[in-house]
């Protein structure tokens, strides 16, 4: 359970999340736990699918999945995960937001990077 991670407070030197973040039920409570088991000065790094800004990645983008991934899941037979993925991805924070998020819960020199295109932002602060 990422609100309740089973291990105590400066268990380890890093935490990281890959595409799983926006699956958090409480972002910032999930967030939270995890600094909660970095030592200070340990790494806290997310990974995770974001909406590009600019054309024309966020034409394509907007495409793809407003209207192409939900068609593939009703071919593929579960519409549901297939429209779940786009709504996950559009109500996660913006990478500015998600940094502002990660300082809240206890992050120093919160730092991001876009790649992909703008597609991918991975983040990364340092645990007080």
């Not at 991934?69 to 779940?84: F, K, M, N």
């Given at each position: 359970?990422?609100?309740?991670?089973?291990?105590?407070d400066?268990?380890?030197?890093?935490?990281?999340?890959?595409?799983?973040?926006?699956?958090?039920?409480?972002?910032?409570?999930?967030l939270?736990?995890?600094?909660?088991?970095?030592?200070?000065?340990?790494?806290?790094?997310?990974?995770?699918?974001?909406?590009?800004?600019?054309?024309?990645l966020?034409?394509?983008?907007?495409?793809?999945?407003?209207?192409i991934?939900?068609?593939?899941?009703?071919?593929?037979?579960?519409?549901?995960?297939?429209?779940?993925?786009?709504?996950?991805?559009?109500?996660?924070?913006?990478?500015?937001?998600?940094?502002?998020?990660?300082?809240?819960?206890?992050?120093?020199?919160?730092?991001?990077?876009?790649?992909?295109?703008?597609?991918?932002?991975?983040?990364?602060?340092?645990?007080?």
């Amino acid at each position: 359970d990422a609100h309740q991670l089973a291990f105590p407070d400066d268990s380890f030197d890093a935490a990281t999340v890959g595409f799983g973040a926006r699956n958090f039920g409480d972002l910032e409570r999930g967030l939270s736990e995890m600094v909660r088991v970095v030592r200070p000065g340990g790494r806290v790094v997310v990974l995770e699918i974001t909406t590009p800004t600019r054309p024309p990645l966020s034409t394509f983008f907007s495409l793809w999945f407003d209207r192409i991934v939900p068609r593939l899941g009703r071919l593929a037979g579960d519409p549901d995960a297939y429209t779940y993925l786009p709504a996950s991805v559009r109500r996660f924070p913006d990478a500015p937001a998600l940094a502002a998020i990660l300082a809240r819960v206890g992050l120093t020199d919160v730092r991001w990077i876009l790649t992909a295109g703008g597609i991918i932002a991975l983040h990364h602060g340092t645990v007080r």
